[in-house]
């Protein structure tokens, strides 16, 4: 099955400033990668995801990058604001398959007016 | 569509006591997720069906917990017997059957066992 680890577990930033989240995955086959945002006491939603026939994906302030070769992939938060705060989680297929998510840890991002 | 609905919304019992958590999923999705989410162990995925049929239940901690799912509108999640080591929110995602692989979440169960 799929390993994904992310990284930082916590992140402050200064409001306006950007925000970096990555992930490392171990199933060179896997080629699907979802961001869930969940805000404290809500549901986990879908935030923006990326394909492993592109390298990388906007939408307005969030972009997703990745590289299969090193088997990992990244969340930016650019122009940072306060409702940006929430818990984000990545996630890859498990066993190669988009049936099944494997999610990452979770990074708890504060952001500070 | 109102979403993925999930009942109850909170429930606190005992220990040794039985918990059902049920779910609908959208209308029209075939895939079916029993996640849990702890502090210590985030989200995992206990159990999920594809058109009614449990596909992969290997993350079902123990033979305490069973899912099932009867029809394509319902599911249920049972503890039984219940231990407090079970306390967390557990949610139930759907998702449809095409290339998207978008998982909707449910509001979730926050079960408190003590």
């Known amino acids: 099955g799929e390993n994904v680890e992310q990284h930082p577990s916590t992140l402050s930033v200064q409001e306006g400033d950007s925000a970096v989240i990555k992930c490392t995955y171990s199933d060179s086959a896997s080629n699907y990668f979802p961001w869930y945002k969940q805000e404290l006491g809500k549901r986990p939603q879908l935030i923006i995801d990326i394909r492993s026939n592109v390298g990388e994906k906007k939408d307005q302030r969030i972009a997703v990058t990745l590289n299969k070769t090193a088997k990992h992939f990244s969340l930016h938060i650019t122009e940072t604001q306060p409702e940006d705060s929430a818990v984000y989680f990545c996630?890859?297929?498990?066993?190669?398959?988009?049936?099944?998510?494997?999610f990452g840890s979770g990074t708890q991002l504060t952001v500070l007016p | 569509d109102a979403g993925v609905i999930q009942s109850p919304r909170h429930e606190v019992t005992e220990m040794g006591q039985e918990v059902t958590l049920r779910c609908k999923p959208i209308?029209?999705?075939?895939?079916l997720f029993w996640y849990r989410q702890t502090m210590m162990r985030g989200l995992e995925l206990l159990i999920y069906f594809n058109n009614n049929v449990p596909i992969d239940d290997s993350g079902m901690p123990e033979d305490r917990f069973s899912a099932k799912m009867p029809n394509a509108s319902f599911s249920t999640l049972k503890i039984q017997p219940s231990e407090p080591r079970d306390s967390a929110v557990y949610f139930c995602?759907?998702?449809?059957?095409?290339?998207?692989?978008?998982?909707?979440f449910g509001e979730g169960s926050r079960l408190t066992v003590l």
């Open positions: 995602a759907s998702r449809g059957g095409t290339n998207t692989g978008e998982l909707f």
């Open positions: 209308s029209g999705h075939d895939y």
């Open positions: 996630a890859a297929p498990y066993s190669g398959s988009a049936r099944q998510l494997t």
